[in-house]
């Protein structure tokens, strides 16, 4: 479970279910719908300096289905960064794939593409340092695949072989990040 960040490491989050409720069998498809973890706000502005980017790649199938659109979802992610912290922007980027999961989309976690987009948008990030929090095997295939560190969460905190850590929200995923950091950096 040890994991330290460093000036070159990207915190990557899945959304649904992480950052957010998730709405079992169906899509967040409005900003009217979207019900935010806000206790995490703090928490992820307080880890942002430690981070050289924090990013959020999320499937959403929802557009590929014709059940929303890119603009709804667009309004999704500002009210989202807006509850988290209204003063402060979390995320450098959200990255999203819109494709249905029998396309094989190579943007569509598991596959690695958002990793990869996020590697050419931000060169300095190394994906090998790096940390991916998700509640789904998906997220923790994705995180491997791309070389990174993957903590799990699921509410009875399951373990699973390719997570590193499991934690049962990401309220307490974030405190044992902060934690770690402070106990090996005397200026946090």
Not at 75 to 90: A, C, D, G, Y
Not at 97 to 112: A, F, H, M, V, W
Request: glycine share 4%; net charge negative; proline share 5%.
């Amino acid at each position: 479970m040890k994991y330290q960040p460093s000036s070159d490491s990207a915190l990557f989050l899945d959304r649904d279910g992480v950052l957010n409720e998730r709405i079992v069998g169906d899509y967040v498809r409005s900003p009217e719908q979207l019900k935010v973890y806000r206790e995490c706000g703090l928490l992820l502005t307080q880890l942002k300096p430690h981070f050289a980017r924090i990013l959020v790649v999320t499937n959403q199938q929802g557009i590929g289905k014709n059940l929303m659109t890119e603009e709804d979802l667009h309004q999704i992610h500002l009210k989202l960064s807006e509850e988290l912290n209204p003063e402060v922007q979390i995320f450098d980027a959200i990255y999203f794939c819109p494709s249905l999961k029998e396309k094989q989309d190579p943007n569509r976690k598991p596959g690695i593409g958002m990793a990869l987009q996020a590697k050419r948008q931000f060169p300095e990030i190394n994906l090998h340092s790096s940390l991916m929090i998700g509640d789904s095997v998906s997220d923790l295939e994705f995180g491997k695949s791309a070389n990174m560190s993957t903590w799990y969460l699921h509410k009875e905190k399951l373990t699973h072989p390719l997570a590193d850590a499991s934690f049962s929200n990401l309220y307490e995923a974030l405190q044992t990040l902060i934690s770690t950091i402070a106990l090996n950096n005397k200026n946090f």
